[in-house]
């Protein structure tokens, strides 16, 4: 059974620079969910999908964030001009709601550093 | 908002003991809730779900809800060095996922 991972693990980068990450979620899943997380708190919403649909944002996200999800399969998060206060674990998780039932299962996570 | 709040700890408790955590949530439409475990650098791992009022138990663990005190409860029993770690609650209204900022549990040998 394959779990949900994500590309790449780390990465450095230099404010002003563009990041971009993928996550690949377990196959059988169609919701997709990416959060941001720094140290001392609990994972922060960015944006879901169902399938290829992105349904919500998260209002405190800025314009320089945009994720796609094309085909309903992997999805891509990407940070344009990045900045310091970016810098934080970046968490993908997967879900196939069952009626209440929504477990969701996190992949590793992308940890960025920008400079 | 919706809002999850959790002591942030440290709990400590020796080997072998009981471990009670905490969580509290505002949003009365929640419909699932979920605890889920984050070592050091890692990211968090599902450990227990419930869905209904009352209590679940799987192993050494033991979750409590209670809808109407709106309030979440993990023990885990047998408490050993492997489960120190971060705990984080989290409530969902079916579509978002909201997490609490987290307890942390060290155990002491």
């Known amino acids: 059974d394959t779990g949900v991972s994500q590309d790449p693990r780390h990465k450095i980068t230099k404010r002003g620079q563009n990041v971009t990450f993928r996550c690949d979620p377990i196959?059988?899943?169609?919701?997709l969910y990416w959060y941001r997380q720094t140290l001392g708190q609990g994972p922060e919403f960015l944006t879901y999908?169902?399938?290829?649909?992105?349904?919500?944002k998260s209002r405190l996200l800025s314009d320089r964030f945009s994720a796609e999800r094309p085909k309903g399969s992997f999805s891509t998060l990407e940070i344009q001009r990045t900045e310091q206060g970016d810098s934080a674990m970046y968490l993908c998780?997967?879900?196939?709601?069952?009626?209440?039932?929504?477990?969701?299962?996190f992949g590793p996570g992308t940890r960025l550093t920008v400079l | 908002q919706k809002e999850v709040e959790q002591n942030s700890g440290p709990l400590s408790v020796p080997e072998g003991a009981i471990a009670s955590l905490n969580c509290t949530y505002s949003?009365?439409?929640?419909?699932?809730f979920f605890w889920y475990r984050q070592y050091s650098g890692k990211s968090p791992e599902l450990i227990m779900s419930?869905?209904?009022?009352g209590d679940k138990e799987d192993g050494r663990f033991t979750a409590q809800l209670n809808k109407a005190s709106q309030y979440v409860s993990l023990l885990i029993r047998d408490s050993q060095p492997s489960d120190s770690a971060t705990y984080l609650c989290?409530?969902?209204?079916?579509?978002?996922?909201?997490f609490g900022s987290g307890t942390k549990l060290n155990v002491k040998p």
């Open positions: 998780a997967s879900s196939f709601p069952r009626g209440v039932i929504n477990e969701q299962f």
């Open positions: 196959s059988e899943h169609n919701r």
């Open positions: 999908f169902q399938n290829e649909a992105q349904l919500e």
């Open positions: 949003d009365r439409g929640s419909q699932s």
């Open positions: 419930i869905y209904s009022n």
């Open positions: 989290a409530v969902t209204d079916f579509n978002k996922f909201y």
